[in-house]
């Protein structure tokens, strides 16, 4: 079982790629091996458009509509709150500070450790810097020097990477 081996702070590592390339489909496919290790997983997404935090014509929907600021809802196992403001992946990191493990989804041009996912008939090279690469997780023949490759869809071989420097404390 995985311990967070006395880190001050949450891993965090990327899951990038162009626009529908499988980074949830891959982040899906991962969380489940994560879980079987132990780890506490938040995700955190970009979105690079303006989303509603709602549906309409919920409650909370309704109130953030009609002016509120913020809101919040909760069941006793699990709570949301949304908020108005301007805030950044690191804003949204610090939210976590008991979790093991954050997965940013997004993020492919930025200094974090990632996995590129390239998927044929959506893209054709890896857009991210070679050096902040963990892993390139594609269905086409790429490679890039001192980056692993993974078939598309390989989520356990994906998190047996992420796993692999957390449990040699490489930081992320």
Same mark, same amino acid.
């Given at each position: @079982?995985?311990?967070?081996? &006395?880190?001050? *702070? ?5 899951? #990038?790629?162009?626009?529908? #390339? ?7 496919? @991962? ?7 132990? !780890? ?20 909370? /929907? *309704?109130? @953030?509509?009609? $002016? ?7 069941? $006793? ?5 949304? *908020?108005? /403001? ?5 804003? !949204?990191?610090? *939210? ?26 959506? #893209? ?19 490679? +890039?020097?001192?980056?692993?490759? +993974?078939? !598309?869809?390989? &989520? ?6 992420? !796993? $692999? ?8």
């Amino acid at each position: @079982m995985f311990r967070n081996n &006395g880190r001050k *702070r949450p891993a965090v590592v990327a899951v #990038s790629g162009v626009k529908n #390339s499988g980074k949830t489909t891959l982040i899906e496919a @991962m969380l489940p091996h994560f879980t079987a290790a132990g !780890l506490k997983v938040a995700t955190v997404k970009h979105d690079g458009h303006a989303f509603l935090p709602d549906p309409e014509g919920t409650d909370t /929907g *309704r109130h @953030m509509a009609a $002016g509120a600021w913020g809101t919040a809802i909760f069941d $006793g196992e699990k709570y949301k709150v949304v *908020r108005r /403001g301007k805030v950044d992946e690191h804003d !949204l990191i610090d *939210r976590f500070p008991d979790a093991d493990l954050i997965l940013l989804e997004g993020f492919k041009h930025s200094h974090w450790p990632k996995l590129e996912v390239v998927r044929g008939g959506n #893209s054709d090279a890896p857009v991210c810097d070679p050096s902040t690469l963990l892993a390139l997780v594609t269905d086409l023949p790429l490679s +890039l020097p001192n980056v692993p490759t +993974l078939p !598309l869809g390989d &989520g356990e071989g994906a998190a047996r990477i992420i !796993l $692999g420097q957390l449990l040699e404390e490489v930081p992320l």
